[in-house]
Nanobody, 121 residues
Framework: VQLQASGGGLVQAGASLMLSCEAS???????MGWFRQAPGKEREFVAT???????WYGDSAKGRFTISRDNAKNAVYLRINSLKPEDTAVYYC?????????????????WGQGTLVTVSS
């Protein structure tokens, strides 16, 4: 299984960005989602969406982040509006089949390589 994330880059504060992640090599995972890791910080849950298209968001993502999923493409997307410098991080997509705390990184078996988002003030 491979997850390929894309869409990161250098943007100015206030801009919007759409991150994409496509999975290959397996059937649909129960959950596909996003985590982020800023320099010197732990990996943080951003959002995840179930196979039946129910979304969940981390506390820091409520309001400006929107997760969406295209099961036909085996893909998950993350739109971030009104970007802030504190959103600067490597964003990782992840997928897994589990029942448990969907905010925990160790629940996700498959990970993409990460895409860097840098927000300048």
């Amino acid at each position: 299984v491979q997850l390929q994330a894309s869409g990161g880059g250098l943007v100015q504060a206030g801009a919007s960005l759409m991150l994409s992640c496509e999975a290959s090599g397996r059937t649909l995972s129960t959950f596909m989602g996003w985590f982020r890791q800023a320099p010197g910080k732990e990996r943080e849950f951003v959002a995840t969406e179930s196979r039946d298209l129910s979304p969940w968001y981390g506390d820091s993502a409520k309001g400006r982040f929107t997760i969406s999923r295209d099961n036909a493409k085996n893909a998950v997307y993350l739109r971030i509006n009104s970007l802030k410098p504190e959103d600067t991080a490597v964003y990782y997509c992840a997928a897994g089949d589990f029942s448990g705390d969907l905010r925990r990184p160790d629940m996700y078996r498959y990970w993409g390589q990460g895409t860097l988002v840098t927000v300048s003030s």
